[in-house]
Structures are given as structure tokens and as C-alpha cells.
């Protein structure tokens, strides 16, 4: 049922040519959080990405100990498990993997044992919580680049707290890299993250542009960014590094 739902899921004669081919950030491995709830399902998903013209995927399944307790090597089986699969299917899609952190302790403990799963060259994503603002984030990012990782924040259009250039400046001050959902340009988390995630556009503050697919839902509102006039500013405005990976 949910391969055939795709067929539909088709690039549009008024999409603008894409100007990257890398995505960064989606959750694909199958059964594991949110996202992708089995190995048909994240084919099709990967087969609807690469129908846009998309010739890599790093996907990023969640590590949060409060709700998915996952580790590397859960994550690493299941990326070879749907590896594997795109390859008896003879789908020519790279597919790589890393993991969106949680801002917490556990996240804090992976770091102080050197057990982070990175991607490309030694870039670590990782989230925060939506409504409290994190205690201590500048001296994990010092942490963090002084150990020799790359940090990248995910979506920091999605964080309520943080509403002026100065927050946003800041974050930047601290050696943070800035990840946004294409999709939150085009009003998927509703208008105020729409909003924000204009703002940063203009303001030239972001280095990647990340899908954040999970489902069919996220799909088709990934092909809708596509087409937006704001897609093409994020290039415009910004050093966009995704197809550097």
C-alpha cells in the first residue's frame, strides 16, 4: 500500500533545478524512532528522494535516552540491513549514517567516552529541546571542538526561546554550524518556525539544508520546498556545504 502511494511522488516541471544532491538529516533506518516503521517503508522513502535527484542520504535516527534509547550499534545494524536491501533491489543511492543527539546527560556521557556517531568529517548533529533552553550548551561545544568534532545544531528554526539575531549570533560565536528543515520553510511546523526559518535564510547563518523525512508526510512537503522561491535563497544567501559530506 505505501509503495503504491508513491507513485504519484514524482519531480514537477516547476521545480527548480536542486543545488545540492547530498541530504543531510532524516530518519530511515527502519523500527528504530519515529520515522521509517519498517524496511518497505524506508525504500520508498529513498526511492522518492532519489526521484528528486538526491544522489546521497546520510540519515540521522534519533538517540534520546528518555524515549529512543538507541546506540551506535543498533544503528549501524540496521543501516546495513537497509543497505543491503537497496542493493538486492539494485537502487543506486548513497546511503550513509550518523544520528541526531539529544541535548542531555546521556549525550554528555557519549562524548566524555569518545562514542559519538559521526559523519563526513567528524560532524555531529544533534538537537534540543523545543521549550527549555539548554544549560551549559557553550562549554559542550567547547568540548566538543576541542575533542575534534564538528558540531552541527539541527533545526535551530524549530527552538521557541531563541527569537533575536543576537540568540542566533551567539550559537554562531560558539563554533555551531546551523542545520534547517527545508520543510520549515514552506510552513510544515506552522508560520512562526516558517518565519524564523526565513530569517536565518536572509541573515546568511546557515551551512545545511536537511529533509528531517520520516514519513510520506514529510516527503511530499519536502518535494513542495523544493519548488518555493525561498528554497533557491537559502543558495543565494548562504554557503550551503551539504554536498561537501
Known amino acids: 500500500m505505501f509503495g503504491r502511494?508513491?507513485?504519484s511522488f514524482k519531480p514537477s516541471a516547476n521545480m527548480p533545478d536542486l543545488l545540492h544532491t547530498t541530504d543531510l538529516h532524516s530518519h530511515l533506518i527502519p523500527g528504530i524512532d519515529d520515522g521509517s516503521s519498517s524496511l518497505e517503508q524506508s525504500i520508498d522513502l529513498l526511492k522518492s528522494i532519489k526521484s528528486l535527484g538526491f544522489k546521497k542520504i546520510i540519515t540521522t535516527p534519533?538517540?534520546?535516552s528518555h524515549r529512543f534509547p538507541n546506540t551506535k550499534q543498533n544503528i549501524l545494524e540496521g543501516y546495513n540491513l537497509l543497505k543491503d536491501e537497496l542493493k538486492a533491489q539494485n537502487i543506486d543511492i548513497q546511503l550513509e549514517?550518523?544520528?541526531e543527539y539529544y541535548y542531555d546527560e546521556h549525550f554528555l556521557e557519549l562524548?566524555?567516552?569518545d562514542e559519538l556517531l559521526t559523519f563526513g568529517d567528524n560532524y555531529i548533529l544533534f538537537e534540543l529541546s523545543y521549550?527549555?533552553?539548554p544549560f551549559g550548551l557553550e562549554q559542550t561545544v567547547h568540548t566538543l571542538l576541542s575533542a575534534g568534532y564538528k558540531p552541527?545544531?539541527?533545526h535551530p528554526e524549530r527552538y521557541t526561546y531563541y527569537t533575536h539575531e543576537s540568540d542566533y549570533r551567539q550559537l554562531k560565536d560558539m563554533?555551531?554550524?546551523f542545520q534547517?528543515?527545508?520543510i520549515s520553510t514552506v510552513g510544515f511546523y506552522g508560520k512562526n518556525i516558517q518565519k524564523t526559518a526565513e530569517k536565518l535564510i536572509k541573515l546568511g547563518l546557515v551551512s545545511f539544508v536537511g529533509s528531517d523525512i520520516h514519513s510520506q508526510k514529510y516527503a511530499l512537503a519536502f518535494e513542495k520546498a523544493l519548488k518555493s522561491k525561498i528554497y533557491n535563497q537559502i543558495f543565494t544567501n548562504n554557503q550551503i556545504i551539504n554536498d561537501y559530506l
Open 97 to 99: 549514517v550518523g544520528a
Open 175 to 177: 563554533g555551531l554550524l
Open 131 to 133: 521549550h527549555n533552553k
Open 5 to 7: 502511494l508513491f507513485n
Open 111 to 113: 562524548i566524555k567516552k
Open 180 to 182: 534547517i528543515n527545508a
Open 152 to 154: 552541527i545544531i539541527a
Open 62 to 64: 534519533h538517540i534520546m
